[in-house]
């Protein structure tokens, strides 16, 4: 019979700091649900019981609306939402939210991956570019004395490398 009793109002545990105890009213009202009627009687706990049962076994009440608006009286005016301000910032947020999205469709705003990924091989192509340099010049540098030419050679190579990576 005891694990009857359990199992009609099972739906009315609740765990508060770590107890599990049982919500007073959730239970009465289960019980009355789940309990077989006599004779059109009303089943349940007698009304002195109920009110015998522990507080704590009560979850926390959400606040009425009386209490909604005495707390949002006692905040500072700052504090309180304006609802034309709030209507306001909400505009301001579609608006802004409707120019990325066309700036986005127009391809004039890229996903930032996307331009890490190019502005990462653009670099490793400079890179690549710069570093040939040397292998190319190497021999005919050797065998030029005159730092002028080398100057031009440098600056020509170097020049080659970069317009390279612009026409990438």
């Known amino acids: ?30 019980w009355d649900k789940n309990t077989r009627r006599n004779n059109n009687a009303k089943t349940g706990l007698p009304q002195d019981r ?20 005495a707390f949002i009286q006692g905040l500072p005016e700052d504090q309180i939402p304006d ?22 469709g127009r391809k004039e705003l890229l996903p930032a991956d996307q331009v890490k990924a190019e502005a ?5 192509a400079l890179r690549d570019g710069l570093m040939r340099v040397a292998d190319r010049l ?17 600056t020509e190579e170097i020049r080659v490398a970069l317009r390279s990576l612009g026409d990438a």
Do not use: C, W
């Open 83 to 104: 609802l034309n301000d709030s209507r306001a910032r909400r505009e301001h947020y579609l608006a802004e939210k409707a120019r990325l999205d066309a700036l986005q």
């Open 120 to 124: 990462f091989n653009l670099a490793r």
């Open 50 to 69: 109920r009110e015998r049962l522990p507080k704590a076994a009560q979850p926390p009440n959400p606040p009425t609306d009386h209490e909604l608006q």
């Open 1 to 30: 019979m005891h694990d009857a009793m359990k199992a009609r109002i099972a739906g009315a545990v609740v765990e508060v700091d770590g107890r599990r105890l049982v919500d007073r009213d959730l239970a009465l009202e289960l």
């Open 138 to 154: 190497a021999p005919t540098l050797a065998a030029t004395a005159d730092a002028r030419q080398v100057h031009h050679l440098l």
